[in-house]
Nanobody, 129 residues
Framework: QVQLVESGGGLVQAGGSLRLSCSAS???????????MGWFRQAPGKEREFVAA????????YYADSVKDRFTISRDDAKNSVYLQMNSLKPEDTAVYYC???????????????????WGQGTQVTVSS
């Protein structure tokens, strides 16, 4: 089992920045670097949506069109952590942000939340106008 814990959420004005962190623990020894890591978000009354993902081989990155050029996903495998740097935040970015890990057991694309088999509890991001 892998446990994921997000941090770094909060209240910020439009145009501001936040950096989310996600720390993995549990069965991560020599395995975390092989997980695809993703960030998803869910706004009130809306379905959970893909935000960004970072692969292991080649470190390819994937972004939702709505956050491209504003958000950056990165990872530090030595710390079993993944990060989401969010710049130029907009009120529509307000949501609970979830970190997720894909160990490869489920099929699907990196934008599909069913592909990820480990999830954090979420951290609230609120952007005021």
């Amino acid at each position: 089992q892998v446990q994921l814990v997000e941090s770094g959420g909060g209240l910020v004005q439009a145009g501001g920045s936040l950096r989310l962190s996600c720390s993995a623990s549990g069965h991560t020894f020599n395995t975390f670097s092989r997980y695809v890591m993703g960030w998803f978000r869910q706004a009130p009354g809306k379905e959970r949506e893909f935000v960004a993902a970072l692969g292991w081989a080649g470190r390819r990155t994937y972004y939702a069109d709505s956050v491209k050029d504003r958000f950056t996903i990165s990872r530090d495998d030595a710390k079993n952590s993944v990060y989401l740097q969010m710049n130029s935040l907009k009120p529509e970015d307000t949501a609970v942000y979830y970190c997720a890990a894909d160990s490869g057991v489920n099929s699907g694309t990196f934008t599909y939340d069913g592909k990820y088999n480990y999830w954090g509890q979420g951290t609230q991001v609120t952007v005021s106008s």
